[in-house]
């Protein structure tokens, strides 16, 4: 079976642009999350989506935002990008209370 | 607001030593914990959970931690570590009920010399 499958693997952005995140959850499962993580540190939880609505929100600022679409695919959009946001951001999904995580898209902002 | 404190930052032990990573978080009410691993190079996994019922879980790889509620604790232990349980170890929470949160601490860098 396929895992969670994340796009792009990498990403190079410049101060202010904007940047958008995809996410493919494992097939069967309802329920997507992001994390936030940086260098060193654990990871950030930035919001879940279970059938299409947000079940949790982190605390993070109103640049971050998040969907998830009839399919279960998510997306992760983050506006005026600044570069305290490069970090390695990961997807997870979940059937029941297991989350599997991706590979995750390493966002480097210049 | 919860928060996850894991006192050892990094860890480098001999092969065959035991091993035990700490975990506090500071939520009072019912939680959810869990340990993952991230080997290098790879995704986060998860090598063991707790829910409820008996306080000492077994995961994969050999590993087990034991929930100390009295002292909110949920510490890692394996009794002889290998070479390739070099790592970077999460200890994590999520509240039960309510708004999904989830904390992750911010991790133990494992490495095990052969």
């Known amino acids: 079976d396929a895992g969670v499958t994340q796009s792009p693997t990498h990403l190079i952005k410049t101060r202010g642009q904007h940047v958008t995140l995809r996410c493919s959850p494992i097939?069967?499962?309802?329920?997507v999350s992001w994390y936030q993580q940086v260098l060193g540190q654990g990871p950030q939880f930035i919001f879940q989506?279970?059938?299409?609505?947000?079940?949790g929100r982190g605390n993070f600022p109103d640049r971050f935002s998040a969907r998830q679409f009839p399919n279960y695919s998510s997306e992760l959009n983050v506006n005026a990008l600044l570069l305290g946001d490069s970090a390695l951001y990961l997807c997870?999904?979940?059937?029941?209370?297991?989350?599997?995580f991706g590979p995750g898209t390493r966002l480097l902002v210049l | 607001a919860q928060s996850v404190s894991q006192h050892n930052h990094h860890v480098i032990l001999s092969e065959a030593a035991s091993l035990e990573l700490g975990c506090n978080y500071s939520?009072?009410?019912?939680?959810?914990l869990f340990w993952y691993v991230q080997y290098p190079g790879q995704h986060l996994q998860l090598l063991l959970k707790?829910?409820?019922?008996?306080?000492l879980v077994k995961g994969i790889k050999g590993f087990e931690a034991e929930f100390i509620k009295s002292k909110f604790s949920f510490n890692l232990r394996k009794p002889s570590v290998q070479w390739s349980d070099t790592a970077e170890y999460f200890c994590?929470?999520?509240?039960?009920?309510?708004?999904?949160?989830?904390?992750f601490g911010r991790g133990t860098s494992l490495i095990v010399h052969p």
């Open positions: 997870a999904s979940s059937g029941t209370w297991l989350e599997y």
């Open positions: 097939s069967g499962h309802k329920s």
């Open positions: 989506y279970y059938e299409k609505e947000e079940r």
């Open positions: 939520y009072g009410g019912t939680v959810n």
């Open positions: 707790y829910f409820s019922g008996d306080p």
């Open positions: 994590a929470v999520k509240k039960t009920g309510g708004s999904y949160i989830p904390t």
